[in-house]
């Protein structure tokens, strides 16, 4: 995003132009952005490993356009569920280059995800008596909470330690090994997500020593080596402007240290090292563009817009913040105002005491910035509004890439037994 004579464009595009041609609410992503990121990151965890790999965790932002810039970047897919498994297949990526990182499974998901020859990451021991009724995989991997999670988020996205529902706790985890080995399972990876949207690089080395050691452990005493081992997300962008940002190089270079050390310490065979981020692939590259639909003047000044808690969900479910600029206004002085949708909820006042240029009005066009990861995705249908369209921009170019939908959304599948429909 740059803002040029206080008119902010999305790479080369106006933003008055994708209000213009696809209306409001648009998510908008950036594709040059998506690809340096990614290129970035790469190159930094590539320098000091040089087999590295990363899955793309495709529930951050599933749109198949922006999967696929990612795929053409080299990524792997980081499935969550059986049909992004599905959406996988989609762009053509299967097999060793998808991973199945589901929890509290049912059969029928244990069953279609076996089918599918992807990479099992089991969430707990008691799933692997239940994969084993279906069939063996080629290769297993245990999710393991390594005791310690931590998130610039809150605690709500605290994915790994005791309050977090995933994971095999660090005292399974040599069980876990030998029960797989003595079902007869040869090939191994091992796997954690401790972070979510951390930007302190120090952190990535202190979890990898945490998981290497459990792992070193299991496969010293077991005399088994690891195919992978993967360290999760987590990555984190800055969300608030001026705060700093994950310094990536730093990380990457820890991380490679701590994991050499810690294979050198218990005599492992070099794995590949994974990981399966989005955010900070596309977190910064996604923008919200909105529009000013009424303003009012109560206990405070509180300006409407058509971006609610049903299109970016992440204020109300984590009291996430994120910045919101004003096309055409930047410069304007600023007052304190509060900032909602249009949703019967109060949770859809999303934003308090937010600092707006003071000329804001209605017809303005307002960008949230931030919304490349976990925003669509999460967008709902509540009180019958519907979820936005999705736009990608590379350069001058800007391409339709989710219509928007439509009333007959609402009712898709929806049957009214005929003594009601009198
Ligand atoms: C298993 C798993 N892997 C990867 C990710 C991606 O995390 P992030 O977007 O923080 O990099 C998530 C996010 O929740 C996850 O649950």
Redesign the pocket.
């Known amino acids: 995003m740059r803002i040029d004579n206080q008119h902010i464009f999305l790479e080369d595009v106006p933003v008055t132009t994708i209000a213009d041609t696809y209306g409001t609410p648009t998510y908008v992503y950036e594709e040059n952005r998506i690809r340096n990121n990614f290129r970035r990151a790469f190159a930094a965890f590539k320098k000091y490993y040089d087999d590295f790999r990363f899955?793309y965790?495709i529930?951050?932002c599933n749109n198949l356009a922006i999967a696929h810039i990612l795929k053409q970047e080299g990524a792997g897919i980081?499935a969550?569920s059986v049909n992004e498994i599905l959406l996988a297949k989609q762009l053509g990526m299967g097999g060793e280059d998808v991973m199945f990182?589901g929890?509290f499974l049912s059969d029928e998901d244990i069953r279609q995800g076996l089918d599918s020859g992807v990479i099992f990451?089991l969430d707990d021991v008691s799933l692997l008596p239940r994969v084993l009724t279906f069939g063996k995989p080629d290769v297993l991997s245990f999710?393991i909470n390594p005791g310690y999670g931590r998130?610039n988020v809150g605690d709500f996205?605290t994915?790994a330690g005791p309050k977090a529902k995933?994971g095999l706790h660090p005292d399974q985890v040599l069980d876990a090994y030998a029960a797989a080995k003595e079902a007869g399972i040869t090939r191994f990876g091992a796997?954690m997500?401790p972070?979510?949207?951390?930007t302190d690089a120090d952190y990535f080395a202190f979890v990898t020593e945490l998981l290497m050691d459990l792992i070193g452990r299991a496969g010293k005493e077991l005399k088994i080596d690891f195919e992978f081992i993967?360290l999760?997300?987590?990555?984190?962008i800055p969300y608030k402007p001026h705060e700093p940002g994950l310094h990536i190089e730093e990380a990457a270079k820890k991380v490679a240290i701590m994991f050499k050390e810690k294979l050198d310490e218990y005599g492992l065979r070099p794995p590949r090292l994974m990981?399966?981020?989005?955010?900070?692939?596309?977190?910064d590259a996604g923008y919200l563009v909105g529009r000013v639909h009424a303003i009012k003047d109560s206990y405070t000044r509180i300006v409407g817009t058509d971006i609610g808690m049903n299109v970016l969900a992440r204020p109300a479910m984590y009291d996430a913040y994120h910045h919101i600029y004003v096309n055409g206004r930047e410069d304007e002085p600023r007052k304190p105002v509060g900032l909602c949708g249009q949703i019967c909820e109060n949770t859809d006042y999303w934003a308090r005491d937010r600092e707006l240029p003071e000329g804001t009005q209605i017809g303005d066009i307002v960008v949230v910035e931030n919304a490349g990861?976990?925003g669509y995705v999460m967008s709902y249908q509540y009180n019958g509004r519907l979820r936005p369209a999705e736009v990608l921009v590379n350069g001058r170019e800007h391409y339709l890439i989710r219509e928007r939908e439509g009333f007959e959304e609402l009712t898709r599948g929806v049957h009214v037994p005929e003594h009601l429909a009198l």
């Open positions: 899955f965790a529930k951050a980081d969550a990182s929890n990451n999710r998130s996205v994915n995933f796997h997500m972070g979510s949207c951390v993967d999760g997300g987590g990555l984190g990981m399966e981020p989005a955010r900070y692939f596309t977190g990861a976990y």
